[in-house]
């Protein structure tokens, strides 16, 4: 149950990262836009 609940953790960290990670992403890709318009 603990090693379970351990990857369950790790698993919910990665999924986060990679969501921040796109939306940054993102963000940044507006940003540059806006700045050549």
């Given at each position: 149950?603990?090693?379970?609940?351990?990857?369950?953790?790790?698993?919910?960290?990665?999924?986060?990262?990679?969501?921040?990670?796109?939306?940054?992403?993102?963000?940044?890709?507006?940003?540059a836009?806006?700045?050549?318009?």
């Amino acid at each position: 149950m603990s090693t379970n609940n351990g990857n369950n953790a790790a698993t919910k960290m990665s999924l986060n990262k990679s969501v921040y990670h796109r939306v940054f992403l993102l963000y940044n890709f507006c940003f540059a836009s806006a700045k050549y318009y």
